[in-house]
C-alpha cells in the first residue's frame, strides 16, 4: 500500500508543478493573495506559506491544467488533483508524518473510488466526477489527518456530499473551468472535515437517502453493492492509471492503437488518407474536436493530438506550445482524422476503454486494429522506471535537475513531507 501511495504522490507532483506555472493557478493566486492566511501549508504557484484551504485550492487547480494526473479507470475519478491537494496541505499545516499523509491518501482515495463507482457511468453526462465526488475524497482524507474517528469522518463525508459541484459543460468548449473542479473539492473537502473535527453533523443518508446525492446526479440511488465489492481486499490506490499522454484521458486508445499499428506496419505522416477512430461516448461527446483555438482545446481534440502523436513522435507539454498549436501542418492533417460512436464500446464503459482504428494510406493499403486498453491501465501499468523518468521529465524544468532530484528521493524513500524540503 504505501509503495503504490508513493507512485500516487509522485504523479501528482509530476502533474501540479508545471501546472503552478501557469493559468488558472497564477491568476487566482494574484486575485487571492489577500486570503492566503496563517499556516505552514506550501502553496507551490506562489512559494508562500499559508492556510490549508488557500494552499489545496490553488494546488489542486494546477495539478488538472496540463492533464497529466491519475486516473481511477474503473469510476472516471481523478482522485490525486483533490485528494492529494487537501491531504498534503493538511499534513503540512499539522505537522503529520509521510506515513501519515500516505495513510489519508489511501483512504481518500478508497472512498473517493468507491463512492464514484457507485453512481457511474451515468453520473458523468452531465457531471464532472473529480469535481463531485473528488470532494468526498478530499474530506475523508483531510478528517482523517485531523484525528477524526470513524463517526466524524462520516459526517466530513456527509458534508462534502452536500457542497459537491462541477458540470460537464464547464469543459466542452472555451473558459479555464476544469482546472477549477478539484480546485474547489479540494476546499470544500478541506472545510468539511475541519467541520466535522468541530462537532458539526451531516446527513447519514445523504449519499443514498431518495433525494440524496446519488439519486441527484445520476440513474437511481446508487450501485452500492457493486460499489462495496471486495472492500478491505482491493483497494483503489493499488489500481490507479497514471497517464502517458499530456490530454484527455478519452483520447489515450487512439494513441496506443495508432502507436501499436505504426510498429507493426510504418508509414509516415504524409502518407495517411484518412484515420477514423470509433469509440465510447466521451471518446465523441468529449473528444471529437475537428477544429481547436486554445490549448485547452487542443488538449481535448482527437485530431489535435492524433496529428501531434504522428508528426512528433509524443503527445507531452511541448506538443501544446503555441507553434505546435499553430503549426498549419498539423492543422491541415487534423481534417483526416474522423470520430464515430461504437455502441459496444460504450456499453464496456467506464470499465474498458478501448478504441477501433480504421488506417488508410494513400498507395490504397488499409490497417484495422482493435486497442483493447491504454498504457498506465493496470493491464497495462507505468513501471516505476517508466513513472520516474515522466516525474523528471516534467518536474526538471520547474525545479531544476538537483530539485527535481531531491523532491524525488523524498517521496520515494523520505519519511519528512514533502513541504518541508521545498518550503
Known amino acids: 500500500m504505501e509503495h503504490h501511495a508513493r507512485r500516487a504522490l509522485l504523479d501528482w507532483f509530476a502533474a501540479m508543478l508545471p501546472g503552478a506555472r501557469l493559468a488558472p493557478a497564477t491568476l487566482l493566486a494574484g486575485a487571492l493573495a489577500d486570503e492566503r492566511g496563517d499556516g505552514r501549508a506550501v502553496c507551490y504557484v506562489d512559494g508562500g506559506l499559508g492556510s490549508p484551504r488557500h494552499a489545496a485550492l490553488l494546488n489542486a487547480i494546477a495539478s488538472h491544467t496540463v492533464e497529466f494526473d491519475d486516473i481511477h479507470r474503473d469510476s472516471g475519478l481523478h482522485p490525486g488533483s483533490p485528494t492529494i491537494a487537501a491531504a498534503l496541505a493538511v ?31 451515468s453520473h458523468y453526462r452531465f457531471w464532472h466526477t473529480t469535481a463531485t465526488v473528488g470532494t468526498i ?125 505504426r ?54 507539454l511541448d506538443a501544446f506550445a503555441p507553434a505546435r498549436l499553430a503549426d498549419p501542418l498539423l492543422r491541415a492533417f487534423m481534417a483526416k482524422v474522423s470520430v464515430s460512436l461504437a455502441p459496444d464500446l460504450a456499453d464496456a464503459y467506464p470499465g474498458r476503454r478501448a478504441a477501433r482504428i480504421r488506417l488508410e494510406l494513400r498507395d490504397g493499403r488499409v490497417f484495422d486494429h482493435e486497442q483493447p486498453t491504454r498504457k498506465g491501465d493496470p493491464e497495462d501499468p507505468l513501471t516505476d522506471p517508466e513513472l520516474d523518468a515522466k516525474f523528471h521529465e516534467l518536474v526538471a524544468p520547474v525545479l531544476g535537475e538537483a530539485g527535481a532530484a531531491a523532491l524525488f528521493q523524498a517521496i520515494r524513500r523520505g519519511t519528512r513531507l514533502p513541504g518541508a524540503i521545498l518550503a
Open 91 to 121: 499534513a503540512q499545516a499539522s505537522g503529520a508524518s509521510m506515513d501519515a499523509l500516505l495513510r489519508a491518501m489511501a483512504a481518500g482515495y478508497e472512498v473517493g473510488g468507491r463512492v464514484a463507482l457507485a453512481i457511474q457511468p
Open 137 to 261: 475524497g478530499a474530506a475523508a482524507a483531510a478528517a482523517l489527518l485531523l484525528g477524526c474517528g470513524a463517526e466524524r469522518i462520516a459526517h466530513a463525508i456527509a458534508l462534502a456530499s452536500t457542497m459537491a459541484g462541477g458540470l460537464q459543460q464547464a469543459f466542452r468548449g472555451e473558459g479555464m473551468s476544469k482546472p477549477m473542479h478539484p480546485g474547489h473539492a479540494a476546499e470544500a473537502g478541506i472545510l468539511a472535515a475541519r467541520a466535522a473535527a468541530g462537532g458539526v453533523t451531516g446527513a447519514p443518508d445523504v449519499l443514498h437517502g431518495p433525494v440524496g446525492f446519488a439519486a441527484a446526479t445520476s440513474d437511481g440511488t446508487g450501485r452500492w453493492e457493486q460499489a462495496l465489492q471486495d472492500l478491505g481486499e482491493r483497494f483503489v490506490i493499488g489500481a490507479i492509471t497514471f497517464k502517458n499522454h499530456g490530454c484527455c484521458g478519452h483520447i489515450f486508445p487512439a494513441l496506443d492503437g495508432l502507436l501499436a499499428l
Open 263 to 316: 510498429a507493426r506496419h510504418p508509414f509516415l505522416p504524409e502518407e495517411v488518407s484518412r484515420i477514423h477512430i470509433a469509440g465510447y461516448r466521451a471518446t465523441v461527446e468529449m473528444c471529437d474536436r475537428p477544429a481547436v483555438a486554445t490549448e485547452q482545446e487542443a488538449r481535448f481534440s482527437t485530431q489535435f493530438c492524433v496529428a501531434a502523436l504522428l508528426h512528433h513522435g509524443a503527445v507531452r
